[in-house]
């Protein structure tokens, strides 16, 4: 089992990374909405950096629901915790 | 699953990629990529580099990639690779087929700056019947395809009437065959078929017109394979079909092209001879023993053999630096006769116990290239570093130990890929290699005039043809030693010069009984009311020591008196490279001009002398 509070932190540094964003303006309630680099376009650029940070696929379904920083870590910590 | 959140050393990089030197930064970057990289690490370096200041950034390279689907994501990874090769990615991109409108649409694409145009086009997208499953009429696939070559080709023409930014297009793979899969194969016209007319006409496109290029993105999918390259979910929902590996592999490959399309290539390959062209050591282990024709180890330095022959025949100068006794050395071609590479194809040999820089630095200047253009090549690795050490210049290939990696770590490590092969690139190496033998007569020759006059050389000076256009922009933007004025000109300042009748290019075709050297000089003349002013005089190397320069500068004069010029202006910008050519206008007769740095030639007074004995010169009409 891999804690769900290390990998919310960990979806954060991602994002940080692809978004140009310091971690700590990062949250779980992070969205598109709140951070205005989180275009459509940088969207699939966080989907490609998760999908290799935590060697897993998301489908399209799971792409669209990955709304905000904490729904991310939630799908994420569902898929690596099976 | 790896534990660990990221491999690279954040704090450390952003001190270097925020602060540090630009050559700093590109080897760091080099060095980064040669790892591979996680996609967040890349985003995180990218952002760095996009952070520093315009002022103190590579030079830009601005891109607009039209495309039939998302291709964003290569940004952060091209701009990486880019930065290893010194440029930095200022990128647009145009996603969904826009690309007809704007290609027919030249003048505001001017007002962008481009320095290319890149296009990905996706069939799938382009001409969707053709990749779906539904079996068609024939005679409807070769009319869609049909309609979409003459759009793509009425794009391309109105783009060129109005542009030269470069355009890259793209060829397109081969689609994967559905429920086809097991019939129709041995049929002249199933989709497949269709596909392959298509790169003909686009191949025939790049061919037709100047400054368009066909970047082979079918054989780069090929090499990674189609399953691994797209990525099927991620199309439909989101119409971004590559994968993240291919995003990768497309980056890579990418930057090496445009380093082909935009940097100067190499254009001598030195060359170590021992466990490097063949296996086993001469001088230790005879002739006989060395691996280069049979078994694994000697179709391996065979196969390395003939990818450097190819580069040869494609314009690139070969010669050996090696620690040998030069006999030992040639025994081995003696004996293996069927080896891709013979004795006669190294332009200039050095072989004997001297330090390799040395070497190098006699075999650059007997042909006659500064050492930025020479790549030397070794498998050991002190003598590697010793060259690198001592010649910064020059690109060292670390050649290792495993034959079978050698072609790819020659073409990875060295700008040496071809674009475009132009008929001066295939007769060049045998003009370099007459050169030489041509150096070795001189020596043993005492009268120079004599020496000359025996070479039979014939000049050909006029208007250059359409077909010349590439050529003069090439020598134009590297010719350094006999090049008075250093002006580097692009074809549209080319094209501009043709059409103007205060400007004048004249070109400079030579051969003699050694070969032809196909274009060798262009001459851009400009005249005001009074005067004809040189603004560009320049010579390739390969020609140098035939007192050419007279017979061009008499074509000059003669030019100049034809349209009433009463003075020649004659420009000089001296650099580091050209000193060559500081005493050109004094030792001709020319006057310095007070406080600048201009001579002049007064027509009216100077008699015109005829061209010089060693050699005929042949004027051609000019039309304007």
Redesign the interface.
């Known amino acids: 089992m891999k804690p769900k509070s290390k990998i919310l932190s960990q979806v954060i540094e991602v994002l940080s990374d692809v978004l140009d964003t310091p971690t700590e303006a990062i949250s779980a309630e992070t969205s598109p909405d709140t951070n205005e680099s989180w275009d459509s376009i940088k969207h699939l650029n966080i989907i490609m950096a998760i999908e290799e940070e935590f060697n897993v696929t998301l489908s399209p379904e799971e792409q669209m629901e990955m709304l905000t920083v904490s729904l991310i870590a939630d799908l994420i910590s569902e898929k690596v915790n099976q | 699953?790896t534990e660990q959140?990221?491999h690279i050393d954040k704090p450390a990089l952003e001190q270097v990629l925020a602060n540090g030197d630009l050559l700093n930064i590109s080897a760091l970057v080099k060095s980064l990529l040669t790892h591979s990289l996680?996609?967040?690490?890349v985003?995180?370096v990218w952002?760095q580099l996009?952070r520093r200041p315009k002022d103190i950034q590579f030079r830009p390279l601005k891109m607009l990639l039209l495309s039939s689907f998302?291709l964003?994501?290569i940004e952060?990874p091209l701009g990486l690779q880019l930065v290893s090769h010194q440029r930095y990615l200022i990128p647009e991109f145009v996603p969904y087929q826009q690309w007809e409108t704007l290609l027919h649409h030249p003048e505001t694409l001017n007002e962008k700056n481009l320095d290319v145009i890149q296009m990905f086009l996706h069939l799938e997208d382009e001409i969707p019947t053709l990749c779906d499953d539904s079996i068609l009429d024939k005679d409807i696939i070769y009319e869609q395809t049909s309609i979409f070559v003459e759009r793509l080709k009425k794009a391309i023409h109105a783009f060129r009437n109005g542009s030269q930014t470069p355009v890259v297009l793209n060829s397109f793979i081969l689609m994967k065959r559905g429920i086809e899969r097991f019939i129709n194969i041995n049929i002249g016209n199933n989709k497949n078929a269709v596909i392959d007319s298509l790169n003909a006409e686009i191949t025939k496109l790049s061919e037709e017109y100047n400054n368009i290029y066909l970047y082979d993105y079918a054989n780069l999918i090929s090499d990674i394979g189609r399953n691994n390259w797209f990525d099927a979910?991620?199309y439909?929902?989101?119409i971004?079909p590559i994968s993240?590996v291919g995003?990768r592999f497309l980056a890579q490959d990418l930057s090496k092209f445009y380093s082909a399309l935009f940097q100067p290539r190499a254009k001598v390959l030195i060359f170590d001879l021992d466990n490097t062209l063949w296996g086993g050591i001469v001088g230790e282990d005879g002739a006989t023993a060395l691996k280069v024709r049979d078994g694994y180890l000697g179709e391996s330095f065979k196969a390395f053999q003939s990818t450097i022959k190819g580069l040869q025949e494609t314009g690139i100068i070969l010669a050996i630096a090696s620690k040998n006794n030069e006999e030992d050395a040639k025994d081995v071609f003696d004996v293996y006769p069927d080896m891709p590479l013979k004795w006669e194809d190294f332009g200039v040999t050095r072989i004997n116990w001297l330090d390799k820089s040395a070497n190098i630095v006699d075999i650059a200047s007997e042909i006659g290239v500064g050492l930025d253009s020479v790549v030397f090549v070794d498998d050991n690795p002190l003598e590697c570093e010793r060259v690198k050490t001592n010649l910064p210049e020059v690109t060292v290939v670390r050649l290792g130990t495993e034959a079978h990696t050698f072609s790819n770590r020659l073409l990875e490590a060295a700008n040496l890929y071809p674009l475009k092969i132009t008929t001066e690139d295939k007769i060049r190496t045998n003009s370099y290699r007459s050169q030489i033998k041509r150096n070795e007569s001189k020596r043993t020759s005492i009268d120079e005039n004599e020496f000359l006059s025996s070479l039979d050389l014939v000049l050909e000076i006029g208007p250059p043809e359409p077909s010349e256009y590439d050529r003069i922009v090439q020598l134009i933007n590297k010719t350094n030693q006999f090049n008075l004025t250093m002006i580097r000109y692009q074809l549209d300042e080319i094209l501009e010069i043709i059409k103007s009748s205060d400007d004048q290019i004249s070109v400079v075709r030579a051969k003699d009984k050694f070969g032809n050297y196909g274009l060798i000089g262009v001459l851009i003349l400009r005249f005001s009311k009074t005067d004809c002013i040189i603004d560009t005089l320049l010579m390739s190397c390969r020609i140098l020591g035939r007192n050419i320069e007279e017979s061009i500068l008499l074509y000059i004069k003669k030019i100049a008196k034809d349209r009433n010029s009463k003075k020649l202006i004659g420009r000089l910008n001296l650099t580091k490279k050209n000193k060559l050519v500081f005493d050109f206008y004094t030792k001709s007769g020319f006057l310095p001009i007070i406080e600048s740095t201009n001579f002049e030639y007064d027509l009216m007074t100077n008699q015109l002398e005829s061209y010089p004995d060693h050699l005929t010169v042949h004027e051609m009409e000019i039309q304007k």
């Open positions: 699953m959140n990221t996680k996609r967040r690490d985003d995180w952002n996009k998302t964003n994501l952060a979910a991620n439909y929902h989101n971004s993240s995003i």
